[in-house]
């Protein structure tokens, strides 16, 4: 078990934030990627859509004999994760959760209130909402907020020093800025590469949470509990796999990383999609 990998899969490039993360906490551990980059976004397409994707991605990484699952997706995790878990014989660790309980105690210790900032598919699902509910039955108020214009904006390359990325964060965060103090939960992997520039344009009093960094945390808490961590002399590696365009991936996802991802392979549609029957709702 130590010595497998951490799987992790997304819809694009985004999720390689959660994999800095994990990097960044879980340096010894090995780490396999699958991004969708054929089928993104997952962030406008229907539940059962999504649903039927996240699995086949999952699946996809299985031959890789990884000792856990990542759903660094913010959309699987809000509408497949509960699918993910049934259908996969490994632990599925997803994104939602332990965002909202990392925002949920930093609005407790400062009386604030809680924006969730997601896709539109994250959002009308009310993910994030229902968890910090059920965490806390008297959550404080809770403010979602799509921010579909976010993701083109981090995969141009704009993180918020530019006028056309400050003027889209104002666009959606103006009625934040108005009022005390607020927990902003990042419910989007692509968002944390616009977190200076949200906590500039909220001032100091707006408290920024990354769900993939609490994400992170959580795997290396349960690897821990399950005396499954890599052995701490090593170096982890990263083996990457998309399924479409591997150029372009490789570039983008360098930002995310904030390393050069070394290996993106391509993967043939018929080695990931539609080989098994998928049950979704």
Do not use: W
């Amino acid at each position: 078990m130590p010595a497998r990998p951490i799987a992790v899969f997304d819809s694009g490039v985004g999720g390689l934030s959660v994999v800095r993360q994990l990097r960044k906490h879980l340096p010894h551990e090995s780490i396999v990627y699958f991004g969708d980059s054929a089928r993104v976004p997952y962030g406008t397409k229907s539940p059962r859509t999504v649903c039927r994707f996240s699995i086949e991605c999952a699946r996809y990484l299985l031959r890789f004999d990884p000792k856990l699952v990542v759903a660094a997706c913010n959309t699987a995790s809000a509408l497949a994760l509960d699918e993910l878990r049934a259908a996969l014989p490994v632990e599925v660790i997803g994104v939602v959760e332990p965002g909202a309980r990392a925002a949920l105690q930093a609005a407790t210790m400062s009386n604030a209130r809680i924006a969730v900032l997601g896709t539109e598919a994250t959002i009308a699902s009310e993910a994030y909402p229902k968890a910090l509910r059920r965490l806390a039955p008297q959550t404080p108020e809770i403010v979602p907020i799509a921010c579909p214009l976010f993701v083109p904006i981090v995969e141009e390359g704009r993180t918020g020093a530019d006028a056309v990325s400050r003027a889209v964060i104002a666009d959606y965060l103006a009625p934040l800025r108005t009022s005390d103090p607020h927990v902003v939960l990042l419910g989007c992997t692509h968002y944390p590469l616009l977190a200076d520039a949200i906590r500039e344009y909220l001032g100091p009093k707006a408290t920024i949470v990354d769900s993939g960094e609490q994400t992170a945390l959580v795997v290396a808490e349960r690897l821990g509990q399950t005396h499954a961590t890599a052995d701490r002399a090593n170096r982890g590696t990263i083996q990457v796999f998309v399924s479409d365009n591997p150029p372009r991936f490789r570039a983008i996802g360098a930002r995310f990383l904030q390393e050069e991802p070394h290996s993106v392979t391509l993967v043939a549609a018929e080695e990931y999609a539609g080989l098994d029957r998928v049950d979704c709702p």
